[in-house]
């Protein structure tokens, strides 16, 4: 008889079983524990010859940590992401169907970060690769290098090089601060504290590329040099090394791959040329400024070198214009000098899954002979030039903001006004309207009606935003983390990896009267629709946090301690009271508050965690066979729970050294902790490393 009990896997685990017997590990959690429990049965017959059913070091029969220690309950991290989801719009049922097919249909890998707890950080706290590693390697391309004839290579690895997961644990420890490198601040270069989270820079600071995996290929990535210029007639040369292969992308997809060159103020967003005094031309042949969309010049793209070129004295305003390999393309925009205020101007690129390099004058020598009168920014005296905002020198100069309020109680807004009125702080907003706003096409914001499935793209950002608040960190800026953490243990998680930075929780209590209304309001402009149950159960279990190990204070925005207490605890009877919707399947767990213990009813879960003939079935109808229920058939783990394996049917299997990532870490496969060339455009085998930025 097999140790296994199929019955008890999670998804991963089922897939790591199959992997480990060369079977296919695709499909849903029913067919996957009917698959492993054929191939048990054929080796407990002595049919089979698969490897012995062992679990990997660290894990339980339940797929739990081994160690006792008294982590979070996992049905509460789970409840949680539904509710976060479904403020998104991620699991509210449009479009129907199960998400694993939808994902065969749009040709999307099932790749997964389901390694990342839902709050986006490395659950063991387990260092991520070193940037030093690979940025020695990067410093070693030379800055003109030609496109070898072959780079599939690399393309391909962009799609499968990931962070990293211990195991299990459910409270992570801080991670590696970043390695801070000797850099002369003279230069002028991609500013590191003004650029994207997603945008990785090279050591020398010159070029970079973006994240490319999953649903960062949607997004556009953006960095501003660390000088700008407020006189004379200047210029800097950007040249689009490579576009990044992701063929993960649905056809559908317009312009997958976009460069976008310009200027713009140090307190505009890297967005460029989607607000006011920040100016781009993009690869689409179009030129922008304020989102408002103009044809100019000509497209442009893989291997082009762009000339962008600004001049200040051409009178009363302002004057931009650009080249494409040497050939000017004539003026592209004005502005009046009055309305810059002697404000600077400083290069600025925004990418969508492209690899960029600047010239600001360090090549000495341009790639184009330069129009008469105009200078590379790096050959304008010091004294002339204008340093963009220094980041915080130590984590204890960072803040990091928590959110923590029910859906559409004003968090986004008190957020964007928190920065706005804070520009010097240059807060990163974490949450998933701000990954949507990198996701726009053409200046605009993707609807519900778009192209493709929107609770696909949705999950897809939630996933970004689990990768950015990880890689957020280990950088020192400020952040505001944009999300409902009304779950005591979720606060506590979100916040251990901030460990050194002053950690603030911000709490919005609004009104019963004043939450309708605004939930009324956001449902009108935005579309989103929070479900009933979905706010019930974080009423259910909204806890207020309270300054302590993990925060240093709280601020109550719209009420006094005493009435958010009061009007918390009327969120927790009413939730309670309400208890689970009528679709949800009893567990048949003991007693308590969602039967966690001790006698007695309360709000419980309800669903059928057991056995493939149910799956994940029940509450959110996720998958299996059985499955339905409520909102029906939205299955968890088809789009993210494929391990990248090397085998099994994976069509995006690596193969030799590589491997795939393998919890079991047996030899031949597993994650590379060791990458030598990340950024080497020369050699076979080299890539974009994906992993941590």
Not at 452 to 468: K, Y
Not at 639 to 644: G, S
């Amino acid at each position: 008889m097999s140790a296994v009990d199929v019955k008890k896997l999670k998804v991963n685990e089922l897939k790591e079983e199959l992997q480990r017997r060369g079977l296919d590990t695709r499909g849903l959690k029913a067919e996957l524990a009917e698959r492993l429990q054929e191939a048990l049965e054929a080796e407990a017959s002595g049919e089979g010859g698969g490897p012995p059913a062992v679990l990997s070091e660290g894990y339980t029969a339940l797929g739990g940590s081994g160690d006792g220690e008294d982590y979070p309950d996992e049905d509460e991290e789970e409840e949680e992401e539904e509710a976060e989801q479904l403020e998104d719009g991620a699991l509210d049922g449009e479009g129907g169907g199960d998400a694993y097919n939808v994902m065969e249909q749009e040709n999307i890998p099932e790749k997964d970060l389901s390694q990342l707890s839902e709050d986006g950080v490395n659950d063991e706290g387990v260092k991520e690769p070193d940037l030093k590693e690979e940025s020695e390697a990067q410093e070693e391309e030379p800055a003109d290098e030609d496109k070898p004839g072959d780079t599939s290579s690399h393309r391909e690895e962009s799609q499968s090089e990931q962070t990293p997961k211990a195991m299990w644990s459910r409270s992570p420890q801080p991670p590696a601060e970043e390695e801070e490198e000797d850099f002369d601040d003279s230069l002028v270069a991609i500013d590191t504290y003004n650029c994207d989270l997603h945008f990785k820079v090279s050591r020398d600071r010159f070029s970079g590329y973006p994240l490319t995996i999953e649903g960062f290929a949607y997004l556009w990535s953006g960095a501003r040099a660390s000088y700008g210029i407020n006189k004379g007639r200047v210029c800097y040369e950007l040249k689009i090394n490579e576009e990044i292969s992701v063929k993960h992308l649905p056809s559908s997809e317009p312009d997958p791959h976009v460069v976008r060159v310009g200027w713009s103020l140090d307190s505009c967003s890297t967005q460029l040329g989607e607000e006011k005094f920040s100016f781009g031309f993009g690869g689409t042949g179009k030129k922008s400024t304020n989102c408002q969309f103009e044809d100019y010049g000509e497209k442009f793209g893989e291997n082009d070198i762009m000339g962008c070129y600004i001049d200040f004295e051409a009178g009363e305003e302002v004057e931009m214009a650009f080249s494409k390999n040497g050939q000017w393309l004539g003026e592209c925009f004005r502005v009046r000098r009055e309305e810059l205020e002697g404000r600077a101007l400083f290069p600025h690129v925004l990418v969508k899954n492209c690899a960029i390099e600047f010239n600001f004058g360090q090549r000495g020598e341009p790639f184009y002979p330069l129009p008469e009168g105009y200078t590379l920014i790096q050959d304008v005296p010091l004294e002339d030039r204008v340093r963009g905002t220094l980041g915080p020198t130590s984590k204890a100069d960072c803040e990091i903001l928590m959110m923590v309020g029910l859906p559409a109680a004003g968090k986004t807004t008190w957020a964007m006004k928190h920065a706005e009125e804070n520009p010097e702080k240059k807060f990163n907003i974490l949450g998933t309207n701000a990954i949507m706003e990198k996701m726009k096409v053409m200046g605009l914001r993707r609807q519900r009606n778009y192209a493709g499935r929107w609770d696909v793209l949705i999950q897809q950002a939630t996933q970004c935003l689990n990768r950015l608040i990880q890689i957020a960190a280990r950088k020192k800026r400020n952040y505001i983390l944009d999300q409902t953490n009304v779950y005591g243990s979720a606060q506590r998680r979100k916040m251990r990896p901030f460990e050194g930075f002053q950690r603030k929780a911000i709490v919005i209590c609004p009104t019963d009267e004043d939450l309708k209304e605004r939930t009324l309001k956001r449902t009108d402009e935005e579309g989103k629709d929070v479900p009933d149950h979905a706010v019930l159960e974080m009423k259910a279990n909204f806890t207020l946090p309270e300054a302590g190990e993990f925060l240093d204070s709280v601020e109550l925005v719209e009420q006094q301690k005493e009435e958010a207490e009061k009007l918390v605890k009327q969120y927790n009877e009413e939730g309670r009271k309400a208890g689970p919707p009528p679709d949800k399947r009893f567990d048949s767990r003991s007693g308590g508050f969602r039967n966690r213990g001790g006698s007695g009813g309360g709000f419980q879960r309800f669903d059928n965690r057991g056995g493939p003939q149910g799956g994940r079935g029940g509450y959110q109808g996720r998958g299996g066979s059985g499955g339905g229920g409520f909102r029906g058939g939205y299955n968890r783990g088809g789009y993210n729970q494929n391990r990248w394996g090397g085998g099994g049917g994976n069509r995006d299997s690596s193969s030799g050294g590589r491997g795939g990532y393998n919890r079991s870490q047996q030899s031949g496969g597993g994650y590379n902790h060791n990458r030598s060339t990340p950024y080497n455009k020369g050699g076979s085998g080299a890539g974009y490393s994906q992993a941590q930025v």
